[in-house]
């Protein structure tokens, strides 16, 4: 065989080897489930939603020492997560592609977007840890119909799964776990940020001078 | 005369121990009696019940892990093993499957937002909606599971050796493991807790090698669950004269 052939084909197997080896060494994690509608009653306001491209299309990448590198999916999750939540949070919800609006022809009060700011995740090392945890933050960022901002407001959800037989999997279920937290948090909590209950106060009020004016005004045409 | 050195392998050297060994039966009794006498579970239940509530037919109880703790948490498999043993059997009850529950109550029964007292949880029923879903459930009680199974202690160890003659191993691996679980009972409809079930069980188990490893595995999880079912049967039927606890000013 030729010294060139010979090189070649080296060149061939070890590139081959090297494939299988960084196949070997790559976990990658499509974050799936359904999420359930909160048990909560409906804010009385309609809502614009944003939900941006990011979002959608979210992958987390970290290469562990001495480990493997992992790819964590989140796109799908976070669509079925959002969707039912926000749903059911609120009295009415739109889903519009950017803020200002530029004609608010649902007459919405305010619109939503949510982005992701961090994520973290660690895989247990040691036989004494047996739980694989996910970490993750989320910015929900409201903003006036005019595209001015009420509040930014970071909310984060904890998830642990213990560590089966599948590393994939337990990091799947903990961000399943982390994300539910999430919704959790944003169901019960979003209400009472001091920012949040103002505007909803204002929105509350304005609906109802609005409903006063109208009556004041068919009153005074009668 | 100066000693002769020999050198003989060590695989040899074992085969004639074990031969040594089946040759006097007595002999391999006195070696493995004690490992085998060491091997079991240990089971401690404390059930104390304050009411005399019963479930009654129609009723359902769900089985609930607590998350709260950051460095354990009941497994998911434990708390599957309790709802299904309560599901069948003797006496079995009406169980609500426990991730159909949590979606259902979403998002109350989260790590984050679960009740921990019966306080809490009477907050949480005073929401019409919450309250209504309870009842669309059907569920009466809910058992929180509380605990986990650890490993407490090991030593020994087992080498296997591999030559042209054969292969074989030779020692002796032990471990202890330690279940301790609470499971709670609370009455959503008198909205109080109903009583503990406190479960220890240890587990000791031993793997001697001689040739060949023999493994005597103790499961002190599945004993765990096993007596925490029979229990939660009894303490979930019996209105009376169960598990009463300690006299007040006793010990």
Redesign the interface.
């Given at each position: 065989m030729p010294l060139s052939s010979r090189f070649r084909s080296a060149r061939l197997w070890s590139a081959l080897v090297t494939g299988v080896v960084l196949a070997a060494c790559s976990s990658s994690v499509i974050v799936e489930s359904k999420f359930?509608?909160?048990?909560?009653?409906a804010l009385p306001v309609k809502m614009g939603i944003l939900i941006p491209e990011e979002l959608y299309n979210y992958i987390y990448t970290e290469e562990i020492r001495d480990e493997s590198l992992w790819t964590i999916a989140l796109g799908d999750a976070n669509v079925a997560m959002f969707k039912p939540l926000f749903g059911k949070m609120f009295e009415e919800t739109r889903n519009v592609d950017a803020v200002p609006l530029t004609n608010n022809q649902y007459s919405l009060d305010g619109v939503l977007k949510p982005t992701i700011e961090k994520f973290e995740f660690d895989i247990p090392i040691n036989?004494k840890n047996k739980?694989v945890e996910v970490w993750i933050q989320y910015q929900l960022t409201l903003f006036e119909p005019d595209g001015s901002m009420v509040v930014a407001w970071s909310v984060s959800g904890?998830?642990?799964?213990?560590l089966g037989h599948s590393k994939e999997d337990a990091v799947q279920r903990a961000a399943v776990?982390a994300m539910?937290?999430v919704?959790?948090?944003i169901?019960?909590k979003f209400a009472q940020q001091p920012q949040i209950k103002n505007w909803l106060a204002e929105k509350q009020h304005g609906a109802t001078a609005d409903v006063g004016v109208a009556t004041a005004q068919s009153e005074v045409t009668r | 005369m100066e000693p002769r050195l020999t050198s003989v392998s060590p695989l040899r050297n074992r085969k004639s121990l074990v031969r040594r060994l089946s040759a006097r039966p007595w002999l391999l009794a006195a070696t493995l009696g004690p490992l085998f006498a060491s091997c079991g579970v240990e089971t401690r239940m404390e059930p104390y019940k304050q009411t005399d509530a019963v479930i009654s037919k129609g009723e359902q109880l769900v089985v609930l892990a607590r998350k709260q703790h950051?460095n354990h948490?009941a497994?998911?498999g434990f708390v599957q093993c309790i709802s299904e043993a309560l599901a069948r059997g003797d006496g079995r009850l009406e169980v609500h499957a426990t991730k159909e529950f949590e979606?259902?109550?979403?998002?109350?029964f989260?790590?984050?937002?679960a009740p921990l007292s019966t306080d809490d949880l009477s907050r949480l029923l005073e929401r019409p909606?919450?309250m209504q879903?309870v009842r669309k459930t059907g569920v009466r009680y809910v058992v929180w599971l509380d605990g986990s199974t650890d490993?407490v202690a090991s030593g020994g160890g087992i080498t296997c050796a591999a030559g042209i003659g054969g292969a074989g191993c030779m020692g002796l691996a032990w471990w202890e493991d330690d279940a301790r679980y609470d499971a709670t009972v609370w009455d959503i409809k008198q909205v109080e807790s109903a009583g503990t079930i406190h479960a220890d069980v240890k587990g000791r188990s031993v793997m001697p090698a001689i040739i060949i490893p023999l493994p005597f595995i103790a499961r002190p999880q599945a004993a765990a669950c096993r007596g925490l079912t029979q229990q939660l049967k009894q303490f979930l039927t019996s209105p009376h004269g169960y598990g009463a606890g300690p006299e007040p000013g006793i010990g």
């Open positions: 359930p509608s909160p048990l909560v009653e036989e739980f904890y998830g642990k799964h213990e776990t539910r937290e919704g959790a948090a169901a019960t | 950051s948490e497994e998911e979606d259902s109550m979403y998002p109350w989260e790590p984050s937002t909606e919450v879903q490993r």
